[in-house]
T-cell receptor, first 111, second 114 residues
Framework: KAGVTQTPRYLIKTRGQQVTLSCSPI?????VSWYQQTPGQGLQFLFE???????NKGNFPGRFSGRQFSNSRSEMNVSTLELGDSALYLC??????????FGSGTRLTVV | GENVEQHPSTLSVQEGDSAVIKCTYS??????FPWYKQELGKGPQLIID?????GEKKDQRIAVTLNKTAKHFSLHITETQPEDSAVYFC?????????????FGTGTRLTIIP
């Protein structure tokens, strides 16, 4: 089975811009969650989607949003980028037997 | 909410020796405890997990123990090899069909000395 695919792998954006990251979960997995990883804050939960519905949300400002499509692919969007949004954004797909499987992440740099 | 503490933050062991990483959690309702290995430039990889109805689980050189009363769980790696060098994260959650959020520890950088 193919793993979790995240695109793009690297991204450089300017403050104030917006960005969209994409995640394709493992085939058959319907739950997709997003995490932000930074040296200072570690791994923090952003949100989780199942069957196109957001079921859980972390403590991030409204500039962070996401959605899930009928094929389970998910996107997350960050508007009005700030320098502090520079991070590795990780997507994970979930299946009860195998737990959470993470992608390689998208490295976002805001300049 | 849940809080997970992880120790030590760095650990160096001689190749062939054992390594132990410990985590404590705060929410007694947590019932799922995965461990992840993260190598440079990659996402976290699940290496072993344990649910609260089990006290210990082993997979070849890797084992995890759980003490629900004390609210702590530990990762044990025996016969360490250079490829075990990585950052290891513990996590805890109240498992409920995937809509839960994982709360991660701060990570342990494990270095295996040849």
């Amino acid at each position: 089975k193919a793993g979790v695919t995240q695109t793009p792998r690297y991204l450089i954006k300017t403050r104030g811009q917006q960005v969209t990251l994409s995640c394709s979960p493992i085939s058959g997995h319907r739950s997709v969650s997003w995490y932000q990883q930074t040296p200072g804050q570690g791994l923090q939960f952003l949100f989780e989607y199942f069957s196109e519905t957001q079921r859980n949300k972390g403590n991030f400002p409204g500039r962070f949003s996401g959605r899930q499509f009928s094929n389970s692919r998910s996107e997350m969007n960050v508007s009005t980028l700030e320098l502090g949004d520079s991070a590795l954004y990780l997507c994970a797909s979930f299946e009860w037997t195998y737990g959470y499987t993470f992608g390689s992440g998208t490295r976002l740099t805001v300049v | 909410g849940e809080n997970v503490e992880q120790h030590p933050s760095t650990l160096s062991v001689q190749e062939g020796d054992s390594a132990v990483i410990k985590c404590t959690y705060s929410d007694s309702a947590s019932n799922y405890f995965p461990w992840y290995k993260q190598e440079l430039g990659k996402g976290p990889q699940l290496i072993i997990d344990i649910r609260s109805n089990v006290g210990e689980k082993k997979d070849q050189r890797i084992a995890v123990t759980l003490n629900k009363t004390a609210k702590h769980f530990s990762l044990h790696i025996t016969e360490t090899q250079p490829e075990d060098s990585a950052v290891y994260f513990c996590a805890a959650t109240i498992s409920n069909f995937g809509n839960e959020k994982l709360t991660f520890g701060t990570g342990t950088r494990l270095t295996i000395i040849p």
